[in-house]
């Protein structure tokens, strides 16, 4: 699986990319990926796998790769705010919850 980006900031006030994921060149999922570099925290926007890839370690690698390109930007953070329907995907990924909203996550990461 390899990822590729493109940016853009339209509509965003902090600077947005969105990374397709590829298995060949089957795009199999997306992220959108936009950052606070003061807090040193990228977020997660959106992030989806397509339906036949899922179940199938895809998202976790996806993931994994999100998580190295936090640490190679010098990112401490990753947050989100999950769908009901995403909760234990993004706990088995080791995100924890926060109190910040309903369905908020965050993980540190390791530098």
Known sequence: M???SKYSNEGRNAPTWFFLFF???IPVGVAEL???K???CLYIGNFGI???FQNKGVG???VDWIEKYCMS???RVIELTATPNSIGFYEKNGFESTDKCEGS???IINL
């Open 50 to 52: 397509v339906k036949k």
């Open 34 to 36: 936009f950052d606070d």
């Open 73 to 75: 930007q010098n990112y």
């Open 23 to 25: 298995d060949g060149i």
């Open 60 to 62: 976790s690698e996806f």
């Open 105 to 107: 996550f965050k993980k």
């Open 2 to 4: 390899t990822p590729e």
């Open 38 to 40: 003061k807090l040193r």
